[in-house]
Nanobody, 122 residues
Framework: QVQLQESGPGLVKPSQTLSLACIVS??????????WSWIRQSPKKGLEWIGY???????YYASSLKNRTSISRDTSKNQFTLQLSSVHPEDAAVYYC??????????????WGQGTQVTVSS
């Protein structure tokens, strides 16, 4: 059974870059028709989709975040990484890495990490 685990700092200073990794426990991130995604949740904005990198290594981002976001992968470690630059307090949220499948023109999220709380503060 696939499990996802987020790792990274819980506290980031304003204007710095947030970097989170998601370790995928089994299977390969290069096989299957999966979209390896990042989603965040905050009390103010609710659930917010950030972007994904797919099994082919193609990335795609939410328009509101694409100028500050990069998702990459390390196939040797079977993990994918989120980088969010120039963070500000509104970026504080619980960040989840997820696995998704294409489903009727959208994405269906079938595996979630436990989430990691990120605080933005000086």
């Amino acid at each position: 059974q696939v499990q996802l685990q987020e790792s990274g700092p819980g506290l980031v200073k304003p204007s710095q870059t947030l970097s989170l990794a998601c370790i995928v426990s089994s299977g390969s991130i290069t096989t299957g028709y999966y979209y390896w995604s990042w989603i965040r949740q905050s009390p103010k904005k609710g659930l917010e989709w950030i972007g994904y990198i797919d099994f082919r290594g193609r990335d795609y981002y939410a328009s509101s975040l694409k100028n500050r976001t990069s998702i990459s992968r390390d196939t040797s470690k079977n993990q994918f990484t989120l980088q969010l630059s120039s963070v500000h307090p509104e970026d504080a949220a619980v960040y989840y890495c997820t696995r998704a499948l294409a489903d009727f023109g959208g994405l269906r999220y079938d595996v979630w990490g436990q989430g990691t709380q990120v605080t933005v503060s000086s």
